[in-house]
């Protein structure tokens, strides 16, 4: 992640994860005001989408080899 994030934008990434992507809940942990998430999330894009393709990275091998187990 490039940019200094502040602890309130820290924390709504972290709380991101914790509540299995539900960006609304997330802000709301963070201590956002109510109905402003889609504003955090605008703002936050570039580093969600980082953590998304970490996330995807550090899972596609075990995703892979189950489903090939399941085939």
Do not use: H, R, W
Request: a negative charge; proline letters at 1%.
């Amino acid at each position: 992640m490039n940019k200094e994030l502040t602890i309130k934008q820290q924390s709504f990434l972290d709380n991101l994860m914790s509540c299995n992507g539900d960006a609304k809940k997330a802000a709301e942990l963070a201590g956002y005001a109510e109905g402003s998430y889609t504003s955090v999330v605008k703002s936050l894009k570039t580093e969600i989408i980082e953590l998304a393709e970490s996330i995807l990275a550090q899972s596609a091998p075990k995703a892979a080899l189950k489903l090939v187990e399941v085939m």
